[in-house]
Every structure is written in C-alpha cells, then in structure tokens.
C-alpha cells in the first residue's frame, strides 16, 4: 500500500472516531446505571439481637449487587438534636455496625459523620440506635458514603479502568448536567455495574435509581 493510500485511509478513520454519531456511540459504550441509597444501616449479629430481641434478619427484597438484601427491620437512629425512624437494616449481617447517611440527614441528627468509602468507621460520628427490643449506643459508624461504582472485571476492562481508581461520572440529564468528581471505582467478580450515591447527590443532579451517568477517565473532559 503506497503512502497516498495509508495517508487516506488514516484520514477516514480519524473522521469516523470524531464524528458526531461516533461520540454518541461511545457515550452510550460508557453509561453506567445510577443507583441512589437512602438511609440505611449494616448490623452484626449481635447488635441485631439487642435491638429486636432475635436473630432472625427477614429479607424484604434484593439488592442489584448478588447476595445483598433489604430486610423488613428498620431502627431509628438518635443524635443530639434529633432522630430519624425507619432506617432500614441491609443484610446479610457484617462484622462492624454502619450506618450510612446523607448530609442532611446528619445535619438533623446533630451529628457530623465524615464522607467515607463503606467500611471505613475509624474516627466516625457516634449515634444510639434504638429497636423494637432494646438500644445501643456505638461509638463509632455513622458516615456519608463517598460516590462510587461496582463493577465486574469485564467492566473494568471494557472502561479501561483499575480498582482503587477515581473517575468523573458526567450524569446524562439536560436540565442539570452535573459531572461527579473523585468516584471511586471499586472492582470484584461479584460485583453487577452500578454507581451509588445518596439522597442529597441525586436531588442536586436531579436524578433518580435507573437513569445513567457516563463514565470520563482523566484528560477526557469536555
């Protein structure tokens, strides 16, 4: 192939990957599903056994990610300004208790709970958490969750991206086009493609569980 030819047939495909419908292609390639959390709460076994006097976690309805569940059981979490009802417990049980909130949520509680990747409670606002059967007081476990995305190794490898990476996720919404910055990606077989935020992040975006976000790697910004 002489050099006219090489140069024409780079030429076509630059055109292509910059066309208007190619973009929209590839925007489509890097959607990532929304899904927006509200209140809720991870307990041990044996905090849920203080709070309703069994240990017996009843499952309301599954989570998107495998294994993860809403249950019937709900508490109501105190600070000391206030306290919200109807917390709704997720299972299966965990190791440590958290509770995860909004910003406003903490704000109404008196409480100031650090934005924290879930899992992380060292140094995080104390709560009491009040049951039908009993209370706890925890020292430690009330946090806002920061913004992230699960995803499986093949969503991983299809969004050119690592665990532990951060990204920009630019919500596909034309009345408030907001772009989330620092989410964290976090990878796993068991993981199924879904971005988490809470309550006061998808108000802001006005955006609700089931819309879309487009993943931007750094340097892709427009």
């Given at each position: 192939m002489n050099k006219y030819k090489i140069d024409h047939l780079v030429d076509e495909i630059v055109k292509e990957l910059t066309s208007p419908e190619n973009k929209h292609s590839r925007s489509i390639d890097n959607r990532v599903p929304i899904g927006v959390s509200g209140r809720h709460c991870h307990l041990t076994e044996e905090s849920f056994a203080t709070l309703f006097g069994n240990?017996?976690?009843?499952?309301?309805?599954?989570?998107?990610?495998?294994?993860?569940?809403?249950?019937?059981?709900?508490?109501?979490?105190?600070?000391?300004?206030?306290?919200?009802?109807?917390v709704r417990?997720?299972?299966?049980?965990?190791?440590?208790?958290?509770?995860?909130?909004?910003?406003?949520?903490?704000?109404?509680?008196?409480?100031?709970?650090?934005?924290?990747?879930?899992g992380n409670v060292e140094d995080s606002s104390p709560f009491t958490m009040i049951g039908p059967k009993g209370s706890i007081y925890v020292e430690k476990g009330l946090i806002v969750a920061q913004a992230h995305i699960h995803m499986s190794p093949d969503d991983a490898s299809r969004f050119h991206v690592q665990d532990g990476m951060f990204v920009r996720i630019k919500m596909v919404n034309k009345l408030r086009p907001l772009t989330f910055e620092q989410v964290k990606v976090r990878v796993s077989p068991n993981y199924v493609l879904e971005m988490h935020i809470d309550t006061d992040e998808a108000n802001a975006a006005n955006v609700r569980s089931g819309d879309f976000g487009e993943l931007i790697l750094s340097g892709e910004f427009q």
């Open positions: 240990r017996c976690l009843s499952k309301k309805g599954n989570l998107l990610q495998p294994g993860q569940f809403a249950a019937n059981e709900t508490v109501t979490i105190a600070g000391p300004k206030g306290s919200i009802e109807h417990v997720l299972g299966p049980f965990r190791e440590q208790i958290q509770v995860e909130v909004s910003i406003t949520d903490s704000i109404k509680l008196g409480l100031t709970a650090p934005i924290r990747e879930s």
